[in-house]
């Protein structure tokens, strides 16, 4: 099956080439970025001699001759325009960017006006240990953030037993590759190098998501207050959740039944690392309390679970393709 690569220029569009260059079914037929003219070795110069594919200008129409399905490593607001054109033309979007992740109102409050109202209530939320029906059937996924990708999987399974009315926090740690190749001065090697700090608290755009699905999903309205912390490293992210069980209950039973039929969630019997899942799609869990203090640790790959993998993943299922395959499941150890 041809799938086309469109935003081959960040990090999230290498780690897809990289991927689907040994992927046993889809073949990349198809990269572009914004401008074109050059072959995806100088874009990357880390592809040289592994492939060798001219980088388009981004075009609906030529997509749609060459590719069956398209991935798209684009910003919001752009990526919609042009995930409207290829569902128009009949081809199938994976889209990274944030477009169509939340319902109307959530992301235009947090966002910007939304140019492609239609194709929202078609979006299926890539999260694959609870969307699975639904994207074996879908056109369109909405691939999650990375933050909540972290998050919910640490966290539904535990919703039930949660104390919604007390406080729920969640303090998430990220490497500098989540912020993009764009020059930032949170991102200089002499401001992030040694050196730790909280971005956005309160206000980051992933709590919203975080919250509007812990209700979709699981039927419970709460406050989720969500910190996320840079951390002076390439890839990686490490979630903590704090909350207030309402009852004693048996975690290490609940979380393993969660996901006791999951490919890519993995339960730890020690705190969770970042090396562990670096270069994976693996989700590391362990949970602990302490009476009815709950705490939930949880470890992905920022660029890969938390994107370009769990894109793979999505598109596997889109396609009626087992989950698994083509998925990076080795750790960049050590």
Do not use: W
Request: net charge negative; with cysteine.
């Amino acid at each position: 099956m041809n799938v086309a690569i469109i935003g081959a220029s960040g990090y999230t569009g290498l780690e897809l080439i990289k991927i689907l260059i040994n992927h046993p079914t889809f073949n990349i037929s198809y990269i572009a970025n914004s401008t074109g003219e050059e072959n995806v070795q100088e874009l990357h110069p880390c592809l040289k001699d592994v492939i060798d594919v001219e980088v388009s200008k981004a075009d609906a129409n030529e997509v749609a001759k060459v590719a069956d399905l398209a991935f798209l490593a684009l910003p919001h607001k752009t990526s919609m325009s042009f995930a409207k054109e290829l569902l128009n033309l009949g081809v199938k979007v994976v889209d990274l960017s944030a477009d169509y992740r939340l319902e109307l109102e959530t992301y235009e409050k947090h966002y910007c006006p939304h140019e492609d109202k239609e194709h929202i209530k078609d979006a299926v939320y890539g999260l694959p240990e609870y969307y699975k029906e639904e994207l074996k059937s879908s056109k369109l996924v909405a691939n999650p953030g990375c933050f909540p990708t972290a998050a919910l999987l640490a966290l539904f399974p535990f919703i039930d037993y949660i104390d919604t009315n007390a406080q729920i926090f969640i303090d998430a740690k990220t490497g500098m590759s989540g912020a993009g190749k764009g020059l930032k001065e949170i991102t200089h090697f002499g401001h992030l190098n040694e050196n730790c700090h909280a971005y956005n608290p309160f206000k980051h755009r992933h709590m919203p998501e975080i919250q509007e699905k812990v209700k979709l999903v699981k039927g419970v309205d709460c406050q989720i207050n969500f910190v996320p912390h840079l951390l002076p490293i390439t890839r990686g992210m490490l979630v903590s959740v704090f909350a207030t069980l309402k009852e004693d209950v048996d975690v290490n039973k609940v979380l393993e039944e969660a996901y006791k039929d999951s490919a890519f969630v993995r339960i730890r019997n020690t705190p969770v690392d970042l090396k562990s899942t670096a270069g994976t799609n693996f989700c590391d869990i362990f949970v602990e309390t302490n009476e009815k203090a709950l705490f939930v640790n949880s470890s992905i790959d920022n660029l890969l679970r938390g994107a370009s993998s769990q894109a793979v993943v999505n598109a596997n299922l889109m396609c009626g393709l087992d989950e698994e395959e083509g998925i990076p499941i080795i750790a960049y150890v050590p």
